[in-house]
């Protein structure tokens, strides 16, 4: 299928403008950011009208999910912020559908230019910043005076053994970008593509897994390793195979959860952490505290935290860092829209995973190695959700909902085909 330059135009400017926001952030502030994101959204707007794009392509479980962000209008304390954030989801839901009208391939080759470009962009900064800066560069509005605590946008110390924080500004952003692209150029060079500079395109995103040092992140490849060897197992050996497989990847696993438990210090020291996770625990802990008010639809859906909405301003301060995310997708889930809002969540990424794998199973066997990516992404963002709540904000919760509104789309479009094929009703002479 041709894809239109526009249209493969927009969709790589969507991806950018997701996968570093705090980048555009950092340079031009909030109020500038949210004027791009508004004329971005103009775009989107006038693009999805010309794709022939319907509401039937939002599956249930969805729809459901946006439902109960509504519902939860109904107990917030701070209806304005909830309505923005509600908007927000709606705008995440509106470019998803607009990158789901691209071909699989088309998409794949999109993210893999734009992941791949802006971690060459990553490393080009931090040795820029080491070399002629020698020492660390804030946030330009930040500078400015907006009052918020002055973290680093890069300390300039990646010949220091320094975790990088890359042209993001942050570690964790930047590591899980890189393993996405890692998923992706695995996928393409399986596929045959790529066959030329496929091994530079591998190295890199290790490289900056390496040096950016997420443990949330890192165990998130192993998980995904781990997951594409059980894949190709179970699609290229014989069924005996799988079984013992799957016993394999769960005893290795275990292995190694035993190992950096038992030698937790020196592992957290290797990546450049503190061994306690109390700050965390105790984000967690008032999260749910806040959550215990209004257990069943949760005190507002707001997607992002929004610091100057109380208690916002204060829930995520630890040592006078101020976090604006509870450090779990499902506690911010829970927190957000309640019970209610955990069971739409679960329902939507277990309905999404599943599909990718019944795609993948589905798939012709040279068509393998790309069918497997989104389910591969989508393993990648579960993992990343137990300790972190990037995946309900920008690429992460558009990539889900990418995948989500293309099952869904296919399966209405197969939907309408048997329609088409129906025969007519004979026709009886009286």
């Known amino acids: 299928m041709l894809v239109r330059a526009p249209h493969r135009l927009l969709a790589t400017f969507i991806v950018l403008q997701l996968a570093c926001g705090d980048l555009v952030r950092n340079l031009i502030g909030w109020q500038l950011w949210a004027a791009l994101s508004a004329a971005t959204l103009l775009w989107a707007l006038i693009a999805l009208r010309q794709s022939g794009a319907t509401w039937r392509w939002l599956p249930a479980p969805l729809l459901t999910f946006i439902g109960v962000a509504v519902a939860t209008l109904i107990v917030t304390p701070y209806p304005l912020a909830t309505l923005l954030g509600i908007a927000l989801l709606l705008v ?10 691209l071909p699989l391939d088309a998409l794949l080759e999109v993210l893999h230019r ?17 070399l002629f800066v020698q020492g660390p560069v804030y946030p330009i509005w930040l500078v400015q005076g907006s009052g918020l605590p002055m973290i680093p946008w890069s300390t300039g110390g990646i010949f220091w053994g320094h975790r990088i924080q890359g042209i993001t500004g942050n570690p964790n952003l930047t590591a899980m970008l890189a393993l996405l692209a890692l998923i992706i150029a695995i996928g393409r060079h399986r596929a045959g593509l790529d066959r030329r500079l496929w091994w530079v395109w591998t190295a890199l995103p290790v490289i900056v897994l390496a040096l950016t ?24 050996r014989p069924r005996g195979a799988f079984r013992p497989a799957v016993v394999v990847a769960a005893g290795l696993m275990a292995v190694l959860t035993a190992w950096a438990i038992s030698n937790w210090d020196r592992v957290v ?21 806040w959550w215990r008010g209004s257990p069943l639809l949760g005190r507002g859906w707001l997607s992002y935290w929004m610091p100057w909405v109380e208690p916002y301003d204060r829930l995520g301060l630890q040592d006078g860092i101020l976090y604006l995310q509870a450090h779990s997708v499902w506690i911010d889930v829970l927190m957000q829209a309640g019970i209610l809002g955990v069971l739409a969540w679960a329902w939507l990424l277990g309905s999404t995973m599943r599909g990718a794998g019944r795609e993948l199973a589905e798939a012709p066997a040279g068509a393998g190695p790309i069918a497997a990516v989104p389910l591969m ?36 479009e197969v939907g309408r085909l048997r329609t088409m094929a129906l025969p007519l009703p004979l026709q009886h002479d009286e």
């Not at 995440?92 to 009208?101: E, G, S």
């Open 213 to 236: 040092r997420s443990m949330t992140v890192l165990v998130a490849a192993v998980v995904v390793l781990l997951s594409f060897w059980l894949v190709y197992t179970w699609r290229r």
């Open 377 to 412: 992404i989508l393993v990648a963002e579960a993992v990343q959700g137990l300790a972190e709540s990037r995946p309900l904000i920008e690429l992460g919760m558009v990539l889900l909902l990418v995948f989500a509104v293309r099952q869904e789309r296919a399966r209405v």
């Open 114 to 130: 734009c992941l791949q470009g802006l971690l060459i962009a990553s490393l080009a900064f931090e040795v820029g910043v080491a």
């Open 269 to 289: 020291e290797a990546l450049g952490r503190e061994a306690s996770m109390e700050d965390r625990f105790q984000i967690w802990a008032a999260a749910l505290d």
């Open 92 to 101: 995440h839901v509106l470019v998803a559908v607009v990158l789901a009208t």
